[in-house]
């Protein structure tokens, strides 16, 4: 293991190879996917099975109309349908958030290491059904990883996520959400229609930017969001002053009171039920993700469409 590497809190590359031993059984377990999933089984939901868009061009007798390009006809006045070649090489992007609030944990893991693990799952299992990946990191400097295919693909993108996961110990700046549709924006011009993309995020991330600029993007693409948790978030504990800390500093948590804890608890369920809100508007697929789940069992759940309203391990 890197010496930088704490188990839970930072991962390195070592652990993101490891998980490529999980995808037999993440396959397995994704293979009843839905058409809407994110899946290299189905295409997506705007095009014929095993086809991609290629172009448009004015409508003519005998052309189906499920294929008429409404944006199209809508622009120009003139109804015109959309053409179809064979699917030419899929695409799968990973777009990692690297916020602050990410570099939390009080469960099993970090958010950040969940989100990589989840990321490194996907990215495997798109090497095994041959196809490229890309990535984008969230942040005031934006990298971009863009569509490479093969083995060499994969590791650059794991090599990336270890690099962008989050400072322990850094401050939100309130710019996250910007970021994260900045992010959005500069993947979508390396993408060709028909990817297929996994968002990994902090709820704190999302907001109508953000979900504008996913709206644009899953007009040609299949796109699916977990939001990343951790079950504090969502049920405060036992009412005590309670100390926490990074693995480097240590600070308190003042959850002495019933009031104290409402706040708590309203204030989570505002922020996860907003992002919700603004990403099922979008028409992602959207699936909370919990520190403590199995993160093979959670991804499979997202592929096959059976997305439960939280996903935990199993007690």
Not at 68 to 79: C, N, P, S, Y
Not at 273 to 301: F, K, M, N, Y
């Amino acid at each position: 293991m890197d010496a930088h590497a704490i188990p839970g809190v930072r991962y390195d590359l070592r652990e993101l190879i490891a998980l490529r031993g999980h995808v037999p059984a993440l396959a397995q377990l994704s293979q009843r996917r839905s058409s809407d999933a994110l899946s290299g089984a189905h295409a997506s939901p705007f095009r014929g099975r095993g086809m991609e868009y290629a172009e448009s061009r004015p409508y003519a007798n005998g052309d189906d109309v499920r294929h008429i390009d409404w944006r199209v006809t809508a622009r120009t006045g003139r109804t015109h349908t959309k053409l179809f070649q064979p699917e030419r090489e899929r695409t799968t992007a990973i777009i990692y958030d690297r916020s602050a609030a990410m570099a939390f944990g009080t469960r099993a893991c970090f958010k950040s290491v969940q989100a990589a693990r989840l990321a490194a799952l996907m990215v495997w299992l798109a090497l095994r059904d041959g196809h490229r990946v890309a990535a984008a990191g969230t942040g005031a400097v934006r990298e971009l990883m863009p569509p490479l295919g093969g083995r060499r693909g994969v590791l650059r993108v794991l090599d990336a996520l270890v690099r962008w996961q989050p400072e322990i110990g850094a401050q939100a700046l309130g710019t996250e959400a910007d970021h994260a549709a900045l992010a959005v924006d500069g993947m979508q011009r390396a993408l060709r229609p028909g990817s297929q993309l996994l968002f990994l995020l902090d709820a704190g991330s999302v907001d109508a930017r953000l979900a504008s600029s996913l709206q644009r993007l899953r007009q040609h693409h299949d796109l699916a969001v977990c939001l990343l948790v951790d079950p504090i978030e969502l049920t405060p504990p036992p009412q005590a002053l309670y100390r926490i800390g990074d693995g480097r500093e240590v600070g308190n948590l003042h959850l002495e009171t019933a009031l104290a804890q409402r706040h708590w608890q309203a204030h989570f369920a505002q922020l996860h039920s907003r992002a919700r809100e603004h990403l099922t508007r979008a028409g992602a697929r959207v699936a909370r993700v919990s520190t403590d789940a199995d993160p093979v069992d959670a991804l499979a759940r997202l592929l096959r469409g059976q997305v439960a309203p939280v996903m935990e391990r199993a007690s």
